[in-house]
């Protein structure tokens, strides 16, 4: 199935916003990549999902994060990547989750709230 991706997320801004995080964490500072993670989360509602904390996800959405801005430079593919963590993360009330590509509109909202470029709202 082919997720379908609802915006555009600036390589950019999240490469200049990971990399800032990175070295005010070089400088004493630990964990403001996820903090600012947790924040993205929790802005789009997550701690209502009843799920893994938003602290917990951040953890893990960093190194999607790292791998994009490190490594192949494609925020959609990282935007494929969060929405396979937040489904995971996902609690299953019934048994059973949506598709990722349910998902996706909130992982890209996630990475342009990190990024600083806003909300698709």
């Known amino acids: 199935m082919e997720i379908v991706l609802t915006g555009v997320i600036d390589f950019s801004a999240l490469r200049e916003r990971f990399a800032a995080d ?43 994060v790292a791998s994009c801005v490190a490594g192949h430079h494609d925020p959609r593919r990282a935007a494929r990547e969060l929405a396979g963590l937040l489904r995971s993360a996902s609690a299953g009330l019934d048994g059973g989750l949506p598709a990722p590509s349910a998902f996706v509109p909130a992982a890209e909202d996630v990475l342009r709230r990190y990024a600083g470029t806003g909300s698709a709202t």
Do not use: M, N, T, Y
Not at 34 to 53: F, H, N, P, V
């Open 22 to 64: 990175c070295e005010v964490e070089r400088q004493g500072k630990p964990g403001v990549v996820e903090s600012r993670l947790a924040r993205a989360l929790d802005a789009i509602g997550w701690r209502s999902a009843g799920g893994e904390s938003s602290g917990q996800v951040a953890i893990l959405a960093r190194h999607i």
